[in-house]
Each structure stands twice: as structure tokens, then as C-alpha cells.
């Protein structure tokens, strides 16, 4: 089992920037892949971001290139998503991920354990 807690969100406003982090524990040493999802209100959750463990591979949503960056510090065993110019459409329920799988999936169904979610939301 692995166990997530997310914090860092907030509320701010377009343009602005936030650090998310998601903090990890239990089996992290077989854990392969860390996602970042969201969830806005009536849709479905989607993927944002991920990066393999050993932090060698990331992969991001076209939504967020070039303004979120995924990191991970092995030794705290936190996954950060760093989330410059903000915008409203970015306003969610952000949630942190893990799977054991090795293959980069960005399917929430494959994910295994999940956080409980930190909300942002971001203001015109």
C-alpha cells in the first residue's frame, strides 16, 4: 500500500503560481509512476502530469506544457507540480497518484492508490 497527501492548493488569481506537493508513504520503493490529475465540477478526471520515480521520464497534458513542471525529491519522497500562469480553466480538485505498474499509462484506471485532493482554484 502507498499512502498520498496532497497540499499546496489555494485560491489565486490568472496568472499567479502555485506548488502542489504529494507527500508519499508505505511502499514507496515499488512504486514506479507519480500522476497529477484534476477533477473540475461535472467533468470527468483527467490526467495533468506524471514522472517515472527514478524521475528519468515525465509526461504532461497539452493543457499545462510549458506552464506546470513535475518534480519528485527521492529523500522526502514528495512529488511536487510547480504551476505558473494560472488559469481559470485550471481551477480543480488537483489529486496526487500512484501505480506500481512500470508501463507510463496516463489512464486513471490504472492508477493505484490516489490522495484525497487539494482544491485550486484560480480567478479572473
Known amino acids: 500500500q502507498v499512502q498520498l497527501v496532497e497540499s499546496g492548493g489555494g485560491l489565486v488569481q490568472a496568472g499567479a503560481s502555485l506548488r502542489l506537493s504529494c507527500a508519499a508513504s508505505?511502499?514507496?520503493?515499488?512504486?514506479?509512476?507519480m500522476g497529477w490529475f484534476r477533477q473540475a465540477p461535472g467533468k470527468e478526471r483527467e490526467f495533468v502530469a506524471l514522472?517515472?520515480?527514478?524521475?528519468?521520464?515525465?509526461s504532461y497534458a497539452d493543457s499545462v506544457k510549458g506552464r506546470f513542471a513535475i518534480s519528485r525529491d527521492i529523500v522526502k519522497k514528495t512529488v511536487y507540480l510547480q504551476m505558473n500562469s494560472l488559469k481559470p480553466d485550471d481551477t480543480a480538485n488537483y489529486y496526487c497518484?500512484?501505480?506500481?505498474?512500470?508501463?507510463?499509462?496516463?489512464?486513471?484506471?490504472?492508477?493505484?492508490?490516489w490522495g484525497q485532493g487539494t482544491q485550486v482554484t484560480v480567478s479572473s
Open positions: 514522472i517515472t520515480w527514478s524521475g528519468a521520464y515525465t
Open positions: 497518484a500512484a501505480t506500481f505498474r512500470t508501463r507510463v499509462t496516463v489512464a486513471t484506471s490504472e492508477y493505484d492508490f
Open positions: 508505505g511502499r514507496t520503493s515499488s512504486t514506479y509512476i
